[in-house]
Nanobody
Framework: VQLQASGGGLVQAGGSLRLSCAAS????????MGWFRQAPGMEREFAVT????????FYADSVKGRFTISRDIGKNTVYLQMNSLKPEDTAVYYC?????????????????WGQGTQVTVSS
């Protein structure tokens, strides 16, 4: 599975951005998808995941209520709508895919990764 993320950019605090991640390759099997992020000098961390059907999601407390993940199965694409952005949301955002459970937050359990897209929130 190859993943291509897009949609990052620079936004002021309180603003919104929408990220997209398109999957290609062996997409016929069911797989969960997720967004992780890595701030400068920090480890990559879980932000939000979604099940293959899109019916189940799992959010980190830090983004709950502000971020919304969704997926379009027909387009093999997952989206991340980010509202009420804060400076601490500044990071490189990576999309990931896994044939395992959507509920795992450990990065090493996600075998497929996109290239990352930079999100910068100014105060």
């Amino acid at each position: 599975v190859q993943l291509q993320a897009s949609g990052g950019g620079l936004v002021q605090a309180g603003g919104s951005l929408r990220l997209s991640c398109a999957a290609s390759g062996r997409t016929s099997r069911p797989y969960a998808m997720g967004w992780f992020r890595q701030a400068p000098g920090m480890e990559r961390e879980f932000a939000v995941t979604i099940s293959w059907s899109g019916s189940s999601t799992f959010y980190a407390d830090s983004v709950k209520g502000r971020f919304t993940i969704s997926r379009d199965i027909g387009k093999n694409t997952v989206y991340l709508q980010m509202n009420s952005l804060k400076p601490e949301d500044t990071a490189v955002y990576y999309c990931a895919a896994s044939g395992g459970s959507y509920s795992t937050t450990r990065t090493y359990e996600w075998p497929y990764w996109g290239q990352g897209t930079q999100v910068t929130v100014s105060s």
